[in-house]
């Protein structure tokens, strides 16, 4: 006995792919925009936390960072245009893109003493921690 699939028609797929051939998702901001907000690394060094993203492509002075206590603010904005003009033909071509991230800290920092640096397409940011905090040693607890 051979086993049947039951396929479910669905005419929004099949729209979308007869005539567009999109896959049937939903947009991203990078869809939207061409343009993608870069994934973070945060890491704990003891007295400081150190965030570092990739972001080649973007100047240091589209950077703006915002730091709070318990949270930190990345936006960043590229432009681009050109234009090109001859004899009977006018072209001109721009693009704006760029993003906003608000990420929540694991402790609570010293917005003052945030510093940051940006080299070959890689941003960090080092943040100074309000209070360190010193390990605790597990403690086991029964479940009842």
């Known amino acids: 006995m051979t086993e049947k699939r039951i396929k479910?028609?669905?005419?929004?797929?099949?729209?979308?792919s007869d005539f567009i051939n999109w896959p049937v998702?939903?947009?991203?901001?990078?869809?939207?925009?061409?343009?993608?907000?870069?994934?973070?690394?945060?890491?704990?060094?003891?007295?400081?936390l150190v965030i570092v993203a990739d972001m080649p492509g973007i100047n240091k002075e589209d950077i703006d960072i915002e730091v709070e206590p318990d949270h930190i603010k990345i936006s960043a904005e590229s432009q681009?245009?050109?234009?090109?003009?001859?004899?009977?033909?006018y072209y001109q071509e721009r693009r704006h893109s760029g993003f906003s991230r608000m990420v929540s800290l694991p402790v609570e920092v010293i917005p003052g003493k945030a510093k940051a640096e940006y080299k070959n397409g890689?941003?960090?940011?080092?943040?100074?921690?309000?209070?360190?905090?010193?390990?605790?040693?597990?403690?086991?607890?029964?479940?009842k």
């Open 122 to 143: 890689v941003l960090r940011v080092y943040l100074p921690k309000a209070k360190p905090v010193k390990e605790k040693k597990a403690k086991k607890i029964k479940v």
């Open 80 to 89: 681009f245009k050109t234009e090109k003009k001859k004899k009977n033909y």
């Open 25 to 48: 998702r939903p947009f991203s901001f990078e869809d939207l925009t061409g343009f993608k907000a870069p994934l973070l690394d945060i890491e704990d060094r003891g007295k400081e």
């Open 8 to 16: 479910v028609w669905d005419p929004w797929n099949e729209l979308m």
